[in-house]
């Protein structure tokens, strides 16, 4: 970690694919996006929707050290449009309430 960075927990930075959803939302059918990060704490992933901040969001992983898809419910911490011309965003998520087995998966990833 570089003496700039605050996090706690090192970043996944492999590419993956997260599946989410936003329960607040008119249709919380369930969608793919591509992940930028993961962390025990945290995801990082980029969608063609506005999300605001402490909107709650939950989320699917497939992590190779996973026999099923991991469930965890989170919250925007950030948001920001990084490509207006496609209308596309970049969410950063905290997870509530995660155990430290799941920690423990993600940082087998």
């Not at 970043?11 to 059918?29: K, M």
């Amino acid at each position: 970690m570089s003496p700039s960075e605050h996090r706690r927990l090192p970043r996944v930075a492999h590419p993956f694919i997260v599946r989410y959803r936003f329960p607040s939302v008119t249709d919380p059918s369930w969608r793919a996006a591509p992940a930028r990060n993961l962390s025990g704490e945290g995801a990082c992933f980029r969608c063609e929707h506005a999300f605001g901040l402490g909107e709650v969001v939950e989320l699917q992983l497939t992590l190779p050290t996973s026999q099923r898809p991991i469930s965890l419910h989170g919250r925007v911490i950030w948001s920001k449009l990084v490509n207006p011309s496609l209308n596309l965003y970049e969410h950063g998520v905290v997870f509530d309430a995660i155990d430290a087995d799941t920690k423990q998966l993600i940082a087998e990833k």
